[in-house]
Structure formats: C-alpha cells, structure tokens
C-alpha cells in the first residue's frame, strides 16, 4: 500500500497537462518539507542529501529542465531528502558523470543506460515507463525529397543517397535503433548516403533541420514525433513519416552505486518505490506522467537491455 506524505507545493502553475510542466519557486534544488512527521523522519533516515538527478538532453533544454525540476521536488516529497536537478551538457557528459559519483539517479535511453552500467559496477536499473517496454522510432522526410511512405523496413533501402540526419550520437531511438534497421534495409550509414549523416544532437532538432531542407530525411524518437505533431509545431505540409519501426526496449531510471553509502541503506530501494509510487493519483503527478509521455512507471530490469546492448557492440558503439 503506498504511504502517505504531506503534499509540496509543486504543483503547475497556469500550465495545461499536455505541457512543460513549471514549478513553482523551483530553482537547481528541491528542499524537503520541513513539517510533517513522514518528511522529517525520512531526513532523518536518509541523511541531508542532496540527491542529484539529471537526464541525457535528448529534448527542448527549457522543457527538460521544468520536467525534471518537477520530478526533483516530487522525489524531495516522496522521500525527504534534498533533490537537486543537474542539467549535462550531452550524452557522453551524462554517463561520465555518473561513472566519478557526480550523479546519483540518471533517466537514459537504452543505448546510454547499458553503457553507463558497463562503466559504473553496481548500477541499478530502477524503473522505466510504460511507453518504454515497447518503443520505436519514426523515420521522416521532407517532401521535396521524392520518398514514399514504406510498409516494412525492407523499403527504408529508399533512404539510400539521401542526405540524413540521426539525433544525438549515443540516442537509442535516434541513432542506434535507426541504424540497425537502415542496416537491415541493406543500408550502410557510413558508405550508402548521400555524404556522412548528420549528428542533429536532438530529437526536436531532427524534425527542424529535415523541415527546413538541410536534410532530405532522419530519425528520432516515436514520443517526440507524436507530440510535435499533436501540437501542430511541425509545418506537415513539409516534411512527413515516412516509416514507423518495430518496437525494443529504450528509456529507464539507473541508480548510483554510491547513493545507499551517501543517503543510507536501503535508499536505493526507497527511490525505486518512489518512482513505482508515480502513479498519477492527484494533479500534480497526473501532469509529471504527462511530462514524461506516460501513464506509469513501471518495474524495469537490466535484462530488458540485453537486445541493445548486442545492436551496440555490433554497431561499434559499446566495446
């Protein structure tokens, strides 16, 4: 049965749902309750803190930032601790800066998450989404390109020639997942484009630069597309979907090795009931899941990464 805490005021303020969320008098930090016997005795318990969360920037920074300073003071809530949301610069700065201890809870796509845990003896996976259990990819173009929507991922051997963009480096769903199926087109992103494909950096940038014509077509996440679609930010009549993948597993929460030696034992299991807990009960969580394009959090195991990791030694991204 989940346990009752008094509430934070975290909750949004003049935002719909469907939105960034922004908390109120948020800053780098979320402090604690100071009242409240649950709070304080989990302080107590815990030790002072700071937890420090981040996740890879893989979206809008502005965006990112309001999500996870929102989930920084539900977790600071849930748990009575001090959370504080760390912003990284890339991909590669996440998992470095989880491996020196510099970071205690990390949101990684599945490709960025096994090779944080490879770089970092007893990580944990905690939690993922429920969205995540069965994630794809979306393949765009824009429509000057010629190229037709296709059924299968035999006919991405269309995107041959064409000038290509993926995400970030390290994105599972805008990089690592779109290769292995180019590949499996019979497309070799390295030999088989029209030049070397680009490097967008995110998934928002993907949709922009193959809108405005710098790129005939590219690749990101399925969450990212819909959302942009649905808030009518990408000019259609431009650029369109052109495939949709088969599903893998992407997106999870990874626990720091250091964090029950820091915060206290056990606590490592308390954040996993933390995230388990997210379950849209009232407003405020309602509109956290809604940040994260979910409906729940869900149980997640590093088993659950196994395809990914074996596409990455493939692919030469993990050795």
Known sequence: MRTSHRRL????????????????????????????????????????????????????????????????????????????????????????????????????????????????????????????????????????????????????????????????????????????????????????????PGFSGSHDLTIDLVESGSYEAGALNEQVWRSRTEAGTVDTEKVQEIFTTPEYADYHWIGSPGVDERLGDGFTEDLRQALMDLDGSDTEEAALLEAYGAEAIVPAEASDHERIEEIGRTLGLIR
């Open 9 to 196: 005021s975290w909750s949004v303020a003049g935002l719909s749902l469907a939105v960034a969320l922004a908390t109120s008098g948020c800053g780098g930090t979320s402090e604690p309750s100071g009242s409240g016997t649950d709070g304080a005795a989990a302080a107590k318990e815990h030790g002072e803190g700071p937890l420090r969360i981040s996740a890879i920037p893989d979206m809008d920074p502005s965006d990112l930032a309001e999500r996870e300073k929102a989930m920084a003071a539900y977790l600071a809530e849930e748990l009575g601790v001090e959370v504080e949301y760390v912003p990284v610069s890339d991909y590669a700065a996440s998992v470095s800066l989880f491996g020196t201890g510099d970071l205690d809870l990390v949101f990684y796509g599945g490709l960025t998450g096994v090779q944080a845990r490879l770089r970092t003896e007893g990580a944990e996976v905690l939690a993922q989404r429920d969205i995540d259990e069965r994630f794809r990819s979306v393949f765009i173009a824009h429509r000057d390109a010629g190229l037709e929507p296709v059924d299968d991922v035999a006919g991405l051997a269309e995107l041959a020639d064409t000038r290509f963009t993926f995400g970030s480096e390290s994105s599972t769903s805008g990089r690592l997942m779109p290769s292995y199926f180019l590949d499996q087109a019979g497309v070799d992103p390295a030999a088989d484009l029209d030049g070397e």
